[in-house]
């Protein structure tokens, strides 16, 4: 079995593929300070109550956007699995031309929904992410990334309101009943769930005209069943991008 990470800023995305099934994930919190053991401790109870063991786990994969982790779970898969993971960077087959005027400046995550993406529903296509910063990234016909769009994520800007401004509250992020909020809450919940959209669309519609053709959508992370309930503009939601993507660019350097 595989076993493939994702090391968000926010939270760490966990998959087990037998094959080409995908049959665990789960999420933890990204806890920068945290040792390698007591990941290791996480990891093995998730495994455990998914009735796997160690032995199970024969090739480990993973990507990161938090550059001291690797070196924390490289140190974990070592000790406890007796395996050294492919880690996506620099030097490692992606299948991937990357378009931009500094590759390296590219995070590996996008790098690896781009191959996912492209492999599973062809290009152009663009991939929409809502997690802890908002992005898009293009991908062309022929599978190569031409660049994207970074924006704050939605609990960013939730959290910066309730922050910067004295008199307004943390809120829930869910869909509020009506675009006129009649109250604080209500208000706030309006302007970041719509605003979001309209974000999300207008983004959208501005990389489709300079692309001068239609490209699918797909949205992922933590909020893209949220907001692609509230428009057309997103095509397809797949929370799993990142992990089919970490599973393909694994196989290509194994061969």
Same mark, same amino acid.
């Not at 929409?128 to 898009?136: I, V, Y």
């Not at 769930?193 to 959208?204: D, K, Q, R, S």
């Given at each position: ?113 781009? !191959? %996912? ?13 809502? +997690? &802890?910063? /908002? *992005? ?28 910067? !401004? %004295? ?13 006129? +909020? &009649?109250? /604080? *809450? ?28 239609? !490209? ?40």
């Amino acid at each position: 079995m595989l076993l493939a990470i994702d090391i968000g800023n926010t939270d760490i995305t966990l998959g087990v593929f037998e094959g080409e099934e995908l049959r665990a994930t789960w999420h933890v919190a990204t806890g920068i300070h945290r040792m390698a053991d007591e990941y290791a401790a996480l990891l093995l109870n998730l495994l455990h109550h998914q009735n796997l063991k160690i032995a199970d786990i024969k090739e480990i994969t993973l990507c990161s956007v938090v550059p001291p982790l690797i070196s924390t779970f490289e140190e974990l898969f070592q000790r406890y699995f007796h395996l050294s993971p492919l880690v996506v960077g620099a030097g490692v087959k992606t299948g991937v031309r990357i378009r931009m005027d500094n590759p390296r400046e590219v995070g590996a995550d996008r790098i690896v929904n781009a !191959a %996912a993406a492209h492999h599973l529903y062809g290009g152009p296509v663009i991939i929409t992410d809502l +997690g &802890t910063a /908002t *992005t898009f990234d293009t991908v062309s016909k022929e599978g190569d990334y031409l660049g994207g769009v970074i924006a704050p994520g939605i609990d960013t800007a939730a959290e910066a309101l309730f922050m910067r !401004a %004295a008199m307004l509250p943390r809120v829930e992020l869910t869909r509020p009943e009506h675009i006129i +909020g &009649t109250n /604080t *809450t209500s208000a706030m919940q309006s302007g970041l769930i719509f605003g979001y959209v309209g974000l999300v669309e207008g983004i959208v519609a501005r990389i489709q005209r300079e692309l001068k053709e239609k !490209a699918k959508v797909v949205a992922t992370g933590g909020y893209a069943e949220l907001i692609a309930k509230e428009t057309d503009a997103i095509d397809i939601v797949n929370p799993d991008i990142t992990l089919i993507g970490l599973r393909l660019i694994y196989l290509m350097n194994k061969a």
